[in-house]
Each structure stands twice: as C-alpha cells, then as structure tokens.
C-alpha cells in the first residue's frame, strides 16, 4: 500500500468563520490587497467518543459587500473551516486541516421590500448580457427582456466608476 493506510484522526476542535478581502487590480495586472473583512466565527470543542456531530452557525451583516469583480476591483468572501487532528503520524501533538470554501454574496432586494414580494419574485435574477446590454435591448430574446423586474442600463460604465472611486478612497492609485 505504499505507506498510504486510510485510518481515522480524531478530531479535538471545529473552527470556523466568514471572511472576505477586497483587492485592487492596477493598470498593469498587479493586485493590492485594500481591505480584509471577518464577518463571524465559531468554535466547537469535540468531546472525542462522545460528541457525533457538531453544527456551527455563522452569520452575514445586512450591509456586508456583494461579491464583484471588475477590472479594477476584486471583492471576495469565503468560509473557512478548520479542523484540529491528532498527527497521523503517531506523535504527540496536533495537526490542522483547513478547507474554504469560495462563497458568493448577492443583494437580491431591501429588506422592507421583502414582505410583499413571493418566492418566484425573488428568484428573478438578470443575466450577465442583460445587465451589460440593459433590459429592453432587442437583441435579448423576449423572456429576459420581461424577467428583469428593475429597469436597467448599461452598468458597464457605471462599475468602472464605482470602481475608481473604490480604489481613490483607500488610496491606492500611483502617482505619476
């Protein structure tokens, strides 16, 4: 078998959290991290023979950052989840296994407007196309041009600037 045996790690603690950077994408491809979020954590200790699992609950803000990414701007999160082992190797001590899992954050509605919209209102989404082209552009076939409930232009311009403006506010363009 080579040295590779499948056996079990017990597992002492769980640990997680929601967590996310915002990154800066200059004229030459370079990228500077601007901000780091953490949103939440938890932690779990394993009562090993007793405990037979564990459940952790983490939670966004309302105002948290949608995820984008522009040519200018990189707005990530992520959940990253952490695992304290025995050493498979037998020796004294630990070990971590961490996994994170991209995750993507989208702002479908407000809150107030929440309570009068249905199941099927909110799973309305627009398409990339539709975005960039805006709603009632008739190269769009007739069901995206009607499933778009908001009005809308071409948004292309105006993440561009959003995303100047982003990059001016922490600083981060070089001076010529």
């Not at 078998?1 to 030459?28: F, M, Y």
Request: proline share 3%; with cysteine.
């Amino acid at each position: 078998n080579g040295g590779n045996t499948n056996t079990w790690l017990p597992c002492h603690q769980v640990s997680c959290c929601l967590e996310g950077k915002e990154v800066a994408i200059r004229e030459d491809g370079s990228r500077k991290k601007a901000r780091s979020f953490l949103f939440d954590t938890a932690h779990e200790v394993v009562e090993i023979g007793y405990t037979e699992r564990i459940s952790l609950d983490l939670a966004l803000p309302l105002d948290c950052p949608c995820t984008i990414k522009t040519d200018l701007l990189d707005i990530s999160l992520r959940c990253t989840i952490d695992l304290t082992v025995e050493k498979s190797d037998g020796g004294d001590g630990y070990s971590n296994l961490r996994l994170e899992l991209p995750c993507k954050i989208v702002h479908s509605a407000f809150a107030d407007e929440l309570e009068n919209e249905t199941d099927d209102d909110l799973n309305q989404t627009a398409s990339l196309e539709e975005l960039m082209l805006g709603a009632n552009d008739e190269s769009l076939d007739t069901e995206h041009q009607q499933l778009n409930p908001f009005k809308t232009n071409n948004i292309l311009g105006d993440l561009k600037i959003l995303s100047i403006r982003m990059v001016d506010n922490c600083g981060l363009r070089e001076q010529v």
